[in-house]
């Protein structure tokens, strides 16, 4: 049920059988493209910065929250709110992304651990993970965002099982049709692996 609601959902926002490339001034003239834009635009201007000002502010009160980034990206057209956050945990680099989709309220918490790390040298990682202060592991901090996500911005966990559904009849910037994602369809092009944390 909740994959026909979020299939029908989608459609409000993109043009269905109607590939950007081949047909685009079709697509762009479209109602659904239309909706999609202004709400793209009206979640990126300056007078809703305050939007994601409050919800980083939601984060200050951590030790580590504190510390999250606004990765947010306007001229990629990106369906959600993006905010990162880089970890380090036993000698090893980790980062967390939250998205939160302004389509539907729905959020996504993607963990990775950067095994190669080219940003940071071995003795960069080891003093930084010394002056950390915050106890909690990856698998608490994540438990924490969620409860700040859920319980304060009163977002939900979007279904794992669901993000990598493709929605067949639906396409968007350089995703063809038949290979767009509901994760696509809520939050942006990037690719996520089903299985992160």
Excluded at 140 to 159: A, M
Aim: aromatic share 16%.
């Amino acid at each position: 049920m909740i994959n026909e609601v979020l299939t029908n959902l989608t459609y409000l926002f993109y043009p269905r059988e109607i590939c950007p490339w081949n047909e685009s001034e079709k697509y762009l003239q479209s109602e659904e493209y239309k909706r999609l834009q202004s709400t793209i635009d009206f979640f990126y201007s300056d007078k809703n910065q305050k939007i994601r000002n409050v919800i980083k502010k939601d984060f200050e009160l951590d030790l580590t929250f504190k510390d999250f980034e606004d990765h947010s990206r306007r001229e990629s057209q990106d369906r959600c709110f993006t905010f990162f956050l880089n970890v380090i945990e036993d000698g090893e680099l980790h980062s967390i992304t939250l998205y939160l989709s302004f389509l539907s309220p729905y959020y996504i918490i993607r963990h990775l651990e950067h095994k190669n790390n080219p940003f940071f040298s071995k003795l960069r990682i080891e003093e930084l993970e010394s002056e950390k202060k915050d106890p909690r592991k990856i698998k608490d901090l994540i438990l924490d965002l969620e409860t700040i996500v859920e319980n304060k911005l009163l977002y939900t966990k979007f279904p794992q099982e669901m993000m990598s559904t493709i929605i067949k009849d639906v396409s968007f910037q350089d995703t063809y049709l038949g290979y767009f994602k509901m994760f696509n369809a809520f939050f942006n092009n990037t690719y996520i692996n089903q299985d992160n944390d």
